[in-house]
C-alpha cells in the first residue's frame, strides 16, 4: 500500500513538472477523441488548393476526402475535416511548416517541396506529386528570355520567402528580380508576366498553369518555358515530428492511392480533359522520373 502511494505522489509530481508530456497525444488518438482532422491547406496553390465562388477546390480537397474516408475505416468513426489556410509567411500563425509544429494543424497538404533539413518540428511525406521549376513570360518573349544563359537585366519575377527565390537568386545572379509577397502575389505576378510588365515569373510548373487555369487564360496568352524544367521538384505533406504511427498512417494512404493515375483523374475533374494541366503533369513525372 505504501509504494503505491508513492508511485503515485510521484506521477503527480511528474505530470506537474512536466505537464507537456503528461498531456501529450499522438495525431491519431486527437483524431479519435475529437472526430476532426484538422487540415491546412493554402488558397493561393491551384490546382492543388483554391476559392471557386467561395468553396474551397483542389487536388488536396479531393485527396484529403479519400483520406478521410480511409481514416474512418481504421477508427471506425466518422470524422469531419476542417479546413485551415495556411500562407507561406512563417512568422504568421498561419505559417505552413508552423501550423504544423504548433499544431495547428494535423497535416498540411500542398505543394511544399521535400527539403532535406525541413524546418523545426515537422517532417515531409513521401513524395505525392513531381513537378519542375518554369519560367511564364508573353509569348513573344521568348526571343530575348535565354534560360541556358546568364539572364543578364532580364527582370524575373519570384514569390516572397519561396524556394524558387533563392533558386533564381542563385543561378541567375545577373537578372533582375521583382519579389511578389502575400496570398495574392502569384495571380499578380502571373499578370505581369502575361502584360510584359516583367519579362517572366519563375513558379513550379504545375502551379504556373494551375494560376493560368483559375484566371481562364488562354494557352496562347502566354508561354512555359523551357522544355525540360530548370530543376525537378518533389511535393510532401508537411507532417509533425516524433509521431511515428501517424507517418506511417499517412506514407501508406500515399503509396497505395496517390498515383500519378490517380492525380491525372482528379485533375480531368477539376479542369477538362484537355487542360494543359494534365499535360504538364504527365510531362513533369516525365522528365522528373529517377532524378
Same mark, same amino acid.
Given at each position: ?19 507537456? @508530456? ?16 484538422? @487540415? ?28 478521410? !474516408? ?21 512568422? =504568421? !500563425? ?5 501550423? @504544423? ?107 504556373? !498553369? ?48 496517390? =498515383? ?32
Amino acid at each position: 500500500m505504501k509504494n503505491k502511494l508513492i508511485i503515485i505522489i510521484f506521477s503527480i509530481i511528474f505530470s506537474l513538472i512536466n505537464p507537456g @508530456v503528461a498531456r501529450s497525444q499522438s495525431v491519431l488518438q486527437e483524431i479519435q477523441q475529437t472526430g476532426v482532422l484538422k @487540415v491546412g491547406m493554402r488558397k493561393d496553390a491551384a490546382p492543388f488548393g483554391y476559392v471557386s465562388s467561395s468553396n474551397w477546390e483542389g487536388i488536396c480537397i479531393e485527396l484529403m476526402n479519400e483520406f478521410k !474516408e480511409d481514416l474512418e475505416k481504421k477508427l471506425n468513426q466518422t470524422i469531419n475535416i476542417e479546413k485551415l489556410e495556411t500562407i507561406l509567411d512563417e512568422d =504568421s !500563425e498561419q505559417g505552413r511548416h508552423s501550423s @504544423v509544429a504548433n499544431k495547428r494543424v494535423h497535416l498540411e497538404c500542398g505543394p511544399n517541396t521535400i527539403r532535406k533539413n525541413p524546418p523545426t518540428g515537422v517532417i515531409y511525406s513521401e513524395s505525392f506529386f513531381t513537378t519542375g521549376t518554369y519560367l511564364m513570360m508573353k509569348p513573344d518573349r521568348r526571343i530575348t528570355v535565354d534560360s541556358n544563359g546568364f539572364m543578364k537585366g532580364i527582370l524575373i519575377g519570384v514569390l516572397k520567402d519561396s524556394l524558387t527565390q533563392k533558386f533564381i537568386e542563385s543561378r541567375y545572379q545577373l537578372a533582375d528580380r521583382k519579389v511578389y509577397p502575400g496570398a495574392s502575389g502569384r495571380a499578380a505576378a502571373v499578370k505581369d508576366a502575361i502584360a510584359g510588365t516583367i519579362d517572366a515569373f519563375a513558379s513550379d510548373g504545375i502551379l504556373l !498553369e494551375g494560376e493560368a487555369f483559375r484566371e481562364g487564360l488562354k494557352e496562347t496568352q502566354y508561354s512555359i518555358e523551357p522544355n525540360r524544367p530548370l530543376t525537378c521538384i518533389s511535393y510532401g505533406m508537411i507532417l509533425p515530428t516524433n509521431d511515428s504511427e501517424w507517418e506511417k498512417t499517412v506514407n501508406e494512404y500515399i503509396r497505395v492511392k496517390v =498515383s500519378i493515375s490517380r492525380t491525372i483523374e482528379i485533375l480531368t475533374k477539376l479542369t477538362g480533359a484537355t487542360s494543359p494541366l494534365i499535360g504538364s503533369t504527365i510531362s513533369a513525372s516525365d522528365k522528373c522520373s529517377g532524378l
